[in-house]
């Protein structure tokens, strides 16, 4: 087992940065998934974060840290969307120069809102790899610094702060159940519960078109997948890294498996039942309860929605959806 670089002294010194910045999120039970699974759920909202998702905790979390080190430069990153828009808008709340290196494919809704927020744009390769590796040639090139989505203690001690934010909140829990993409939010909410309260379980949510999280778990290694299917771009790195692989090894209980339709099924519940929009990675934990049941997880298990992004085609799909 590989040892994690990520210490409750990075989390709570990440809660301290965000707390004047950001407020938490509701969390709130849903009716409509207890009638339709039959025992009760609780829904962590991070789409009413400022950018609709949860990625701003761990980007704005890394630009305060640079700041206080006396950083002024320009920063870049590179992102399916959703880190992008989180950089984008922490680099502007500081006035630093922005480059956010999206996949030529990307959610177009979500690169207006990038550029809207004052960052520059490179449309490179068909995928987030592709896109990572093009920003890391740009940094070296023009000596930016470089803010990973979750290869970074500081971008997971911030995303961990969901979990300390659960901690706190009044609705008791026995489980919570996370997406997994490169592993950063999972590893950090994972880290906080198991810290402070190690009786709750803390499960991961994969595609089956992008498990690399899942392989390398069994590998006990960090594995590379060739390419990934699914809808669900924020949860589609081809590969997580060795320091969200040992947060996982050691804290994670489980890892459940579903596929794009699961998430179709529970956007819909979301979007009808309880008129929450809802990217699909952001659905993917009670699409996991929905297709595995609720008592898989626990008595109150907390889905959490990990953002609101949803593309035109994916929301018309779900308004369509007959089930």
Same mark, same amino acid.
């Given at each position: 087992?590989?040892?994690? #670089?990520? =210490?409750?002294?990075?989390?709570?010194?990440?809660?301290?940065? $965000?707390? @004047?910045?950001?407020?938490?999120?509701?969390?709130?039970?849903?009716?409509?998934?207890?009638?339709?699974?039959?025992?009760?759920?609780?829904?962590?909202?991070? &789409?009413?974060?400022?950018?609709?998702?949860?990625?701003?905790?761990?980007? !704005?979390?890394?630009?305060?840290? $640079?700041?206080?080190?006396?950083?002024?430069?320009?920063?870049?990153?590179?992102?399916?969307?959703?880190?992008?828009?989180?950089?984008?808008?922490?680099?502007?709340?500081?006035?630093?120069?922005?480059?956010?290196?999206? @996949?030529?494919?990307?959610?177009?809704?979500?690169?207006?809102?990038? =550029?809207?927020?004052?960052?520059?744009?490179?449309?490179?390769?068909?995928?987030?790899?592709?896109?990572?590796?093009?920003?890391?040639?740009?940094?070296?090139?023009?000596?930016?610094?470089?803010?990973?989505?979750?290869?970074?203690? #500081?971008?997971?001690?911030?995303?961990?702060?969901?979990?300390?934010?659960?901690?706190?909140?009044?609705?008791?829990?026995?489980?919570?159940?996370?997406?997994?993409?490169?592993?950063?939010?999972?590893?950090?909410?994972?880290?906080?519960?198991?810290?402070? =309260?190690?009786?709750?379980?803390?499960?991961?949510?994969? &595609?089956? /078109?992008?498990?690399?999280?899942?392989?390398?778990?069994?590998?006990?290694?960090?594995?590379?997948?060739?390419?990934?299917?699914?809808?669900?771009? /924020?949860?589609?790195? =081809?590969?997580?890294?060795?320091?969200?692989?040992? !947060?996982?090894?050691?804290?994670?209980? #489980?890892?459940?498996?579903?596929?794009?339709?699961?998430?179709?099924?529970?956007?819909?519940? !979301?979007?009808?039942?309880?008129?929450?929009?809802?990217?699909?990675?952001?659905?993917?934990?009670?699409?996991?309860?929905?297709?595995?049941?609720?008592?898989?997880?626990?008595?109150?298990?907390?889905?959490?929605?990990?953002?609101?992004?949803?593309?035109?085609?994916?929301?018309?799909?779900?308004?369509?959806?007959?089930?």
């Amino acid at each position: 087992m590989l040892e994690p #670089d990520v =210490r409750l002294s990075d989390v709570l010194a990440a809660q301290a940065r $965000l707390a @004047p910045y950001l407020v938490p999120t509701p969390l709130q039970p849903s009716p409509a998934a207890r009638e339709a699974l039959g025992g009760e759920v609780l829904l962590k909202l991070e &789409m009413f974060q400022p950018i609709r998702v949860f990625k701003i905790r761990g980007a !704005l979390n890394r630009i305060l840290h $640079l700041r206080q080190d006396g950083h002024s430069g320009g920063v870049i990153t590179a992102s399916a969307g959703n880190h992008g828009m989180a950089v984008a808008y922490a680099a502007e709340r500081f006035a630093l120069p922005a480059t956010v290196c999206v @996949p030529e494919g990307a959610n177009q809704a979500k690169v207006r809102a990038i =550029r809207r927020l004052g960052a520059r744009i490179v449309a490179a390769g068909e995928d987030y790899q592709a896109a990572s590796e093009h920003a890391d040639r740009i940094a070296r090139d023009e000596g930016l610094t470089y803010v990973h989505a979750y290869d970074d203690v #500081d971008v997971v001690s911030g995303q961990a702060t969901l979990g300390m934010e659960l901690l706190v909140q009044p609705q008791p829990f026995d489980a919570v159940v996370v997406p997994i993409g490169g592993g950063g939010l999972i590893g950090g909410v994972a880290l906080a519960i198991k810290r402070h =309260r190690p009786e709750v379980r803390v499960y991961g949510v994969a &595609m089956s /078109g992008a498990d690399s999280m899942v392989r390398s778990l069994a590998a006990g290694r960090v594995v590379s997948l060739p390419e990934v299917r699914t809808i669900a771009d /924020g949860l589609a790195p =081809r590969r997580p890294s060795e320091r969200t692989l040992s !947060l996982v090894q050691r804290y994670v209980d #489980d890892i459940f498996v579903i596929d794009d339709e699961d998430l179709y099924r529970a956007l819909h519940l !979301l979007l009808f039942e309880e008129h929450l929009i809802v990217e699909p990675s952001g659905g993917a934990a009670l699409a996991a309860l929905m297709r595995h049941g609720v008592r898989r997880f626990g008595q109150r298990p907390v889905a959490v929605l990990s953002g609101g992004f949803c593309a035109d085609d994916v929301l018309r799909r779900v308004v369509q959806l007959d089930t």
